[in-house]
């Protein structure tokens, strides 16, 4: 490679420069402090590991696993996985590393890497803050996550105009069983659900079983009092489908009592992920913003994989999404060379101040400092802060 390619990056990877890396790191010191404050404890986990680890979600999440690197181990002749999102390490911590009885609430911050961009995210390498619950199925568990999620946002100066998305894979897995369709069937439902394509939907279900309640379920997926009324009674008198349902309604509600000023949308036939959650999905999103701001959902029985089946919540986000267009420029101040004690003395007492001190090296002088926006001058014998 030529030289002057040698500095050149992979595509969808980029360096982060000092303005923004500033208020990324602010944010994640302020979001994790933030997370602990609430109860959930920080745990840090290995940028690699054994493929069967990462496996736990990827078994049912084959996007999950086409979006993970493997290498092989030159110590053991395994093969290995870069982590492309921490949940499932999070999982073995709470099944195998640090079993606990009762409830348990984690969080963490770090990189992950995929082997492509994700969805609108134009980053190979994200860097990724979350929190999750395990231990309790209950719709209260849910509804502390999906207020975590928002309070966090809200911490990090996002929440004006946030928009939430609510959504149960529920309704449509227990309306599937019903109808005993076959799996290449599912995914073609799956596909015109996600597509909103609803002439199709019509077609396509015209001759399936309960095919009336498919269509409903994507023409109503919004509106839960209409969907309610275009349901056959005995879809309706399901009880996987009802406590899907009403699970939908009751979070909706206690949600909306928490945020009364925050915008709810339902779509019942949101699916993403759908082979990889089991309940209740969320999502928050916000102006001129393509991408989420942060999504999660139920995913129970993730730690079977490591002999500890759990139910389990939790949600993540981006923290390259949530700091994108917020840039930081702090004061700096350049001391003149010199070992005087009143020099190191004054020194001491602005960066106390909370400026940033820079003391001169040799024979430079300012224009060394190029981003500097104070200068530490003696006047009257006294070391004063001066703007440049």
Known sequence: MPISETWLLPDGVADVLPEQAQVIENLRRKSLDFLASRGYQLVYTPFIEYIESLSSLSESNQDLDLATFKVIDQLSGRLLGVRADMTPQVARIDAHVHPVDGIARYCYAGTVLHT???????????????AELFGSDSIDADVEMVDLMISLLKEAGLAEGMHLDLGHVGMFRSLVKQAELSKAIERQLSDLYQRKALPELAEFTRDLNFGSDFYALGRYASDLN????HLSAE????????????????????????WPNLHIGIDVVELRSYHYHTGLMYAVYAPNRAAPLAQGGRYDGIGQH??????????????????????????????PKGSQPDLIAAIQNTRAQGFRVIQLLGNDDLNSVPYATHQLVLAHGEWTVEKI
Not at 116 to 130: D, E, I, V
Not at 239 to 244: K, L, R
């Open 116 to 130: 492509k961009p994700q969805g609108f995210n134009s980053t190979r390498a994200p860097l990724q803050l979350g």
């Open 306 to 335: 490591f002999g500890r089946a759990r139910p389990a919540t939790g949600f993540s986000c981006d923290l390259f999404v949530l700091s994108a267009g917020r840039f930081e420029s702090s004061a700096v101040v350049v001391a």
């Open 235 to 258: 879809v309706l008198a399901n009880s996987e489908f009802n406590q899907a349902f009403e699970a939908v309604k009751a979070t909706q509600a206690e949600i909306q009592a928490r």
């Open 226 to 229: 209409a969907l309610q009324a």
